[in-house]
């Protein structure tokens, strides 16, 4: 029996394991849409007590494999959690201040080094990179670094033609929706419209009018940068057209900046939050 046939046996058995970061994101996600009202997040949420701080970073930091959801089934522990949600960035003194006074309180069960790490978490809010628009045009923002990257590496410094069919693949795939404005893939990866727009109506729009001979040639060079694409953010795709990403665990810079995202973009809509609500719970794809 092989790795795989092991795999599929055990699934049989217990079922798909759980990916408890990715449940969490979709948690985060669904407090800040509550606070959402079409044009941008409300930031005037209550401030937990300290108790109630406290509380959170033992339930969090004790239950690792818990999702929060379920943590959150106690009231002051959800009110924590969305307050870091949607403060954590902005008001980083706030969680601070919250932090140091636990610490001196000397509460029972909470260590230093539980505060500390907690405290890290809420760092990473403040610190994070934000990501860029291009987050809103791919169903799977929990892969938005190996994306960005991915596409970053491979169209840097690139011919538009080269970079045309980039993008066409990432489309093609699902990676990116078909609805991603050109104006937006031109200031993303810096390149010249005119020569972008020639070049991306070509694969994407004009290919089926070409003769055989062109489409020969435009395939092979497809088939080149398809695999090059997916070797650089690290997916395939089955038979079924569903994405699969390899061995890449959700992590904290993923994680933490989808929810940075989701506070500070004036630009997002409910429809684009609800996208990666969706996106996460009902896509059959493989996170790692």
Known sequence: MNIKEIGEDLEQQFGKPRN??????????SLIKEEFDGTKVNENVEKPSLEAFGMTI?????????????LAKKPSIRKTLKYIAIRGNDHYDE???????????????????????????????????????????????????AIHHGLHQLIRGEHPDDAAVIIHCAIEDGILFPTIPRSLLVDEFNLKKSSFDKYF?????????????????????????RRSLRNAIGYNVTDKNNVHFYDRKL??????????????????????????????????????
């Open 95 to 145: 969680m601070e201040a919250l932090t140091k006074e636990l610490i001196r309180k000397h509460f029972d069960d909470i260590t230093q080094k539980m505060v500390l790490g907690f405290l890290k978490i809420i760092r990473g809010v403040s610190n994070e990179e934000r990501p860029t628009k291009l987050i809103e045009y791919t169903p799977f923002a929990a892969q938005y670094y």
């Open 201 to 225: 109506s070509k694969y994407h729009i004009n290919l089926e009018y070409e003769s055989d001979a062109v489409k020969k040639q435009v395939e092979e060079k497809i088939k080149y940068h």
């Open 58 to 70: 033992l339930a969090v930091m004790s239950y690792q494999t818990t999702p929060w959801e379920e």
């Open 20 to 29: 408890i970061t990715e449940e969490n994101v979709r948690f985060m996600l």
């Open 251 to 288: 992590g904290r810079k993923n994680f933490l900046s989808m929810i940075t995202y989701c506070i500070l973009s004036q630009h997002i809509s409910f429809l684009t939050i609800c996208c990666h609500l969706q996106s996460l719970a009902k896509r059959k794809t493989a996170f790692g």
